[in-house]
């Protein structure tokens, strides 16, 4: 489930919401780069661990990842945002 939009975008959103043509490029980059096994099998990882902690399918926090491997609950657009994911429109 997709996090609610936000009242307050930070700048991508707000740039993705103004223009839907490159939204639409992105969403295509973004199903190619996770269709790639390795992803597949990160996000089935993830998907375990909201199921254990009861937050699966409810919308809500993401889970991040610690330094220290641990994951923990954190708001997606801090968890998202860090270390410049998708900086200039792509995807690492």
């Known amino acids: 489930m997709a996090p609610k939009r936000s009242a307050n975008p930070g700048k991508t959103a707000s740039f993705y919401r103004?223009?839907?043509?490159?939204y639409r490029k992105k969403l295509k980059r973004a199903k190619?780069?996770?269709?790639?096994?390795?992803?597949?099998?990160y996000r089935s990882k993830l998907a375990i661990a909201r199921k254990?902690?009861?937050i699966y399918g409810k919308g809500g926090g993401d889970l991040s990842h610690t330094k220290d491997g641990r994951l923990v609950r954190e708001s997606p657009k801090k968890n998202r945002a860090r270390n410049g994911h998708g900086k200039n429109g792509r995807l690492k």
């Open 52 to 54: 254990k902690r009861g």
């Open 32 to 41: 190619a780069y996770n269709a790639k096994p390795s992803n597949r099998k």
């Open 18 to 22: 103004k223009n839907p043509e490159s």
